[in-house]
């Protein structure tokens, strides 16, 4: 396997780009009626990514496998736009490649982590259980964006330290946190947290990204029902 980072955008990553867009449907384009407006939005698209992103794609043999478009900020990497061709190569197999591509990106851009956000409207919540299903090392977060970040380990290897708390929650503060499991609602995510051998609930509210960590805020219950505010700290590049 090969892995580039264009500096011209290859005719072959047009042509995938475009497949992808007419099987998978990642944006609602189906109020565009006219099929050559809607092929002049997707040119749009991609013309957008190209000059706003830098561009990594992993081929196999003369296939191309994985195409990523990722933006630099000062406090990471974003990944704004990631297709795998799917009809060629496996989930799995897309997801590790995937990895390899991030590892590569955050090595020659020198950043500690890198984050994305599901920006498809098609099929949200089903792209969501496949990302989870097939990539043990990622969290998607309870903000409005639905941000996700990638870990370097499993995520229920994840640490997270409070580094912010209320009255409630001040016994906490400094303690660290292994992660139990996650369960989502349409409009609702809870995490279990264990302070060594205790159950807590977060109830996350909002997500920062800072230069070296994730910051998340939420309401923390015991099970005793005491409820205070939290602010949670973890480095998803360790």
């Not at 590569?104 to 259980?129: D, M």
């Not at 989502?184 to 070296?212: A, N």
Request: glycine content about 4%; overall charge positive.
């Amino acid at each position: 396997m090969k892995i580039t980072q264009l500096k011209d955008p290859d005719p072959r990553l047009w042509g995938e780009f475009l497949d992808f867009f007419i099987r998978s449907k990642p944006y609602d384009l189906e109020s565009i009626r006219s099929p050559h407006l809607k092929r002049k939005k997707i040119e749009g698209l991609f013309s957008f990514y190209c000059d706003t992103c830098h561009i990594y794609v992993a081929e196999e043999g003369s296939k191309i496998k994985v195409a990523a478009f990722i933006a630099e900020y000062p406090s990471c990497l974003d990944v704004t736009f990631i297709f795998g061709v799917s009809k060629s190569f496996g989930s799995l197999d897309l997801v590790a490649t995937t990895r390899s591509i991030f590892d590569l990106a955050l090595k020659t851009h020198n950043k500690n982590y890198i984050k994305s956000e599901i920006r498809r409207k098609h099929k949200v919540e089903s792209y969501k259980k496949w990302v989870e299903r097939y990539d043990k090392r990622v969290i998607i977060f309870n903000d409005e964006k639905n941000s996700v970040v990638w870990c370097k380990s499993e995520r229920m290897s994840v640490i997270f330290k409070v580094v912010g708390s209320n009255k409630t929650t001040n016994h906490l503060m400094g303690k660290e946190a292994s992660l139990g499991y996650t369960r989502k609602g349409p409009r609702h995510v809870v995490r279990e947290l264990f302070f060594e051998d205790k159950r807590y609930i977060l109830d996350e509210k909002s997500v920062d990204f800072l230069p070296d960590c994730v910051l998340i805020n939420g309401l923390l219950s015991d099970d005793k029902e005491n409820v205070g505010r939290v602010a949670l700290k973890f480095e998803p590049q360790k």
